[in-house]
């Protein structure tokens, strides 16, 4: 994986100043490392019956629907408010300044759905707890949170609900 991740590009300044962004699109663009991350994030569930990815817009659009294809399950997105054509259910969280939601297709999961959530980077973890808090008033069965990258000095995997294995493949 360090061949994979030698290819994150970190962007400073974006999308504010201070963030420093870690940019995946050098990793996608990468056949072998591509398909070496892809493997990555869906190994731990290999043996495991994962009924639907749960991916949250836009990075995780890529990364869940292809980890989805990998191990035979379906996709779910999670989208930014009024994406999503048909009935939703939105949940609000707070960033930095301000706040922002997300949305579910209300008839996305099935109670006892078994769900693995798939994101690019855990930060504050604001958005993937509003991803789970979705998924979980469906009556999903969450399996676990898997991210390629988590910045550690945010700590947001204690925003996440205990109980719910929370994996990264890189902490920074
Ligand atoms: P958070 O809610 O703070 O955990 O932010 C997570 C979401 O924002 C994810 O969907 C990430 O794609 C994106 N994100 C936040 N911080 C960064 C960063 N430093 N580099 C790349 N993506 C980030």
Same mark, same amino acid.
């Given at each position: 994986?360090?061949?994979?991740?030698?290819?994150?590009?970190?962007?400073? #300044?974006?999308?504010?100043p201070g963030i420093v962004?870690?940019?995946?699109?050098?990793?996608?663009?990468?056949?072998?490392?591509?398909? !070496?991350?892809?493997?990555?994030? !869906?190994?731990?569930?290999? @043996?495991?019956?994962?009924?639907?990815?749960?991916?949250?817009?836009?990075?995780?659009?890529?990364?869940?629907?292809?980890?989805?294809?990998?191990?035979?399950?379906?996709?779910?997105?999670?989208?930014?408010?009024?994406?999503?054509?048909?009935?939703? #259910?939105?949940?609000?969280?707070?960033?930095?300044?301000?706040? @922002?939601?997300?949305?579910?297709?209300? @008839?996305?999961?099935?109670?006892?759905?078994r769900v693995l959530l798939?994101?690019?980077?855990?930060?504050?973890?604001?958005?993937?707890? !509003?991803?789970?808090?979705?998924?979980?008033?469906?009556?999903? #069965?969450?399996?676990?949170?898997?991210?390629?990258?988590e910045l550690d000095f945010?700590?947001?995997?204690?925003?996440?609900?205990?109980?719910?294995?929370?994996?990264?493949?890189?902490?920074?």
């Amino acid at each position: 994986m360090e061949d994979v991740f030698s290819l994150v590009r970190d962007v400073r #300044d974006f999308p504010k100043p201070g963030i420093v962004f870690k940019d995946l699109t050098p990793v996608f663009r990468d056949p072998a490392a591509f398909k !070496a991350l892809i493997a990555a994030l !869906a190994a731990p569930f290999a @043996d495991q019956r994962v009924d639907a990815v749960l991916g949250i817009e836009a990075r995780g659009f890529i990364l869940g629907a292809a980890v989805a294809v990998h191990l035979g399950a379906g996709f779910v997105p999670a989208r930014k408010p009024g994406k999503l054509p048909s009935k939703t #259910d939105r949940e609000s969280y707070s960033l930095e300044y301000g706040t @922002d939601a997300l949305e579910l297709h209300s @008839d996305a999961f099935r109670p006892g759905d078994r769900v693995l959530l798939v994101d690019d980077v855990i930060a504050t973890g604001g958005t993937a707890r !509003a991803a789970l808090a979705l998924a979980q008033r469906q009556g999903a #069965d969450v399996i676990a949170s898997m991210f390629a990258l988590e910045l550690d000095f945010l700590n947001g995997r204690s925003l996440l609900p205990t109980g719910i294995p929370v994996h990264s493949l890189l902490h920074v």
